[in-house]
């Protein structure tokens, strides 16, 4: 509407040059709106494999710290973490801030031991990792080996 009157104002008359003039204002008003926007709506969805940065363990009861990045990506992309653990799934939701996207599982998810799955995806991309969560005591791998070991007792017959 305010185009509409701007068009036909009383007190210029619409020649053929000055509605040129106008349009060829329009034109420019719309390139620079275009011109003006963000990189980020030009950047590709993503796909295919996103690295998961996490430990390979952890001790129970601990806050586990779990990156990923950095993509090229828009900031606020949404990313959703599944942790698959001894108490079933969690879900954790964020989203990407720089090309990175960080997530902090709580202790009152990692109070059991046993062996967690994280899975995290974003847009059409996926990506996977695992952590062994140990009980404080048995924090080392090669000691739960040699414990386990140590437990087999052979019978004679």
Not at 62 to 86: F, Y
Not at 88 to 101: D, H, L, R
Request: glycine share 8%; net charge positive; charged share 15%.
């Amino acid at each position: 509407m305010i185009i509409n009157k701007w068009l036909t104002a009383s007190h210029h008359k619409n020649t053929p040059q000055t509605i040129r003039k106008k349009l060829r204002g329009i034109l420019i008003l719309l390139v620079f709106i275009t011109a003006c926007t963000t990189a980020e709506n030009l950047l590709p969805k993503l796909t295919g494999n996103i690295l998961i940065n996490a430990p390979t363990t952890a001790s129970a009861g601990s806050d586990i710290e779990v990156s990923v990045g950095p993509l090229n990506v828009a900031n606020g992309t949404p990313i959703g973490l599944v942790m698959v653990g001894v108490r079933g799934p969690k879900v954790y939701n964020t989203v990407f801030t720089n090309g990175e996207a960080h997530f902090r599982i709580p202790s009152t998810d990692t109070y059991q031991p046993g062996y967690v799955a994280l899975i995290v995806a974003s847009e059409n991309a996926r990506g996977e990792a695992s952590i062994i969560v140990f009980s404080p005591r048995r924090r080392n791998i090669h000691n739960s080996i040699m414990m386990a070991m140590n437990t087999s007792i052979p019978f004679d017959s």
